[in-house]
């Protein structure tokens, strides 16, 4: 398990694409707007895609395999009616289910929308000493700061900075250059999830806080990175170290606790009747 989280959103978003697609209404007016891709008859266009997912903080590689894919989705949903599937009692049936689990999902989206809770930072702290063991791993993890470059020499400067002053003082120096890719702080991960395995094999032999050797990989991605700790299998992280997810988590569990609260206001305001199922 791995305790950083990479917030993409991107499958939720893949989801209600594919819903989409399967269920969109391609009309004459859609022919006059730029579009993406076309399937004869049926058109993508930006709106469809902006609509569904944040095309701003989506990389562009992902956006065009989503336009591929429905390209790919769309001849063999149009290959299907052509065969007449869609006119067949199992396809009505499994579109009766999807629809009523869609219109669950939005119902229950629609409850959510607006959902605001108060708390502070006493509130967490309190969460989190009732759920410790959220905030473990059964098996060896690293807490790192990796720095990644394009470029060799930039990398060695930031290597020679952070050995000579501190981590943070060299990701200062290096911040806004365009051959530093990327910066991760406070990465939390168990050693198969650690990339590149260079890092791993070299963590297992450093000391606290000490700065790595440079290392290459095969697509001349520089890394140096810093040993913070290692945490044994079963150790608490700090909460300070954890407190985001701490945070999601409490606002999850409080989410929970109105779906409770809503599904119980609607088993009281309804005729219900279950009987129990016997073989006969």
């Known amino acids: 398990m791995t305790i950083s989280r990479k917030l993409s959103g991107l499958k939720a978003d893949y989801l209600l694409i594919i819903i989409f697609i ?28 902006a609509s569904l997912i944040d095309t701003s903080n989506t990389e562009v590689s992902e956006i065009n395999f ?10 063999l949903f149009q290959k299907a009616i052509e065969e007449g599937l869609t006119d067949e009692k199992t396809y009505e049936d499994i579109l009766l289910k999807s629809s009523r689990e869609l219109a669950i999902a939005l ?6 929308e607006n959902f605001e809770i108060d708390f502070n930072d006493q509130d967490l702290i309190n969460f989190y000493n009732d759920n410790k063991s959220l905030y473990q791993n059964s098996n060896q993890t690293y807490q ?3 720095a990644t470059f394009s470029d060799e020499d930039l990398a060695i400067k930031f290597r020679d900075l952070a050995i000579e002053s501190n981590w943070q003082k060299a990701v200062q120096f290096t911040s806004g250059k365009k051959e530093l890719k990327s910066v991760q702080t406070n990465f939390i991960a168990e050693e198969k999830d650690i990339y590149p395995n260079e890092i791993a094999r070299l963590a297992n032999g450093m000391h606290e806080n000490e700065i790595s050797i440079l290392i290459k990989d095969l697509k001349n991605n520089f890394y140096v990175f810093q ?33 409770e609260s809503f599904l119980s206001e609607l088993y009281s305001n309804n005729k219900i009747e279950v ?6």
Do not use: G, H, M
């Open 66 to 75: 989503l336009i591929k894919d429905w390209v790919k989705k769309e001849l």
């Open 275 to 280: 009987k129990e199922w016997t073989r006969k």
């Open 22 to 49: 399967f269920f969109q209404n391609c009309s004459e007016e859609k022919i006059d707007q730029e579009f993406l891709a076309r399937v004869n008859d049926s058109y993508l266009t930006r709106e469809d895609i």
């Open 144 to 146: 790192l700061n990796i």
């Open 227 to 259: 040993l913070v700790k290692v945490f044994k299998p079963f150790e608490i992280y700090p909460f300070e170290l954890v407190k985001d997810l701490v945070k999601e988590n409490y606002i999850a569990s409080k989410k929970l606790e109105l779906f």
């Open 107 to 112: 119902l229950i989206k629609k409850k959510f």
